[in-house]
């Protein structure tokens, strides 16, 4: 099985920057598809970027494309999501999710393995 903890959440000023960890465990996911969703209070659970492990597709959802960046260390197994020109309605809980398919894939119910999340807030 894989494991999948998140960090390096916080609390920024809009317009600033942070960058997301995810340390992945366990089995191999060198053919997994990796992603990143977000949940902001009482509101559903929304797609953010994906990419293979490999790094041949990667998907951005329109309202983070330009500004968020995801990207994996090798070496690490360790999953990024580096987040710029951060806006007040980014505030959510960011977590990280592996799919069993080489396909990258928007929607939460394809990932099989999630992180427990980490808090992201953006004042004004």
């Known amino acids: 099985q894989v494991q999948l903890v998140e960090s390096g959440g916080g609390l920024v000023q809009a317009g600033g920057s942070l960058r997301l960890s995810c340390a992945a465990s366990?089995?191999?996911?060198?053919?997994?598809?990796m992603g990143w969703f977000r949940q902001a209070p009482g509101k559903e659970r929304e797609f953010v970027a994906a990419?293979?492990?490999?790094?041949?597709?990667?998907y951005d959802a329109d309202s983070v494309a330009g500004r968020f960046t995801i990207s994996i260390d090798y070496a690490k197994n360790t999953m990024y999501l580096q987040m710029n020109t951060l806006k007040p309605d980014d505030t959510a809980v960011y977590s990280c999710?592996?799919?069993?398919?080489?396909?990258?894939?928007?929607?939460?119910?394809?990932?099989?393995?999630w992180g427990q999340g980490t808090q992201v807030t953006v004042s004004s």
């Open positions: 990419t293979s492990w490999s790094g041949g597709t990667t």
């Open positions: 999710a592996a799919r069993r398919n080489l396909a990258a894939s928007r929607r939460s119910d394809d990932y099989d393995y």
């Open positions: 366990g089995s191999t996911v060198r053919s997994y598809t």
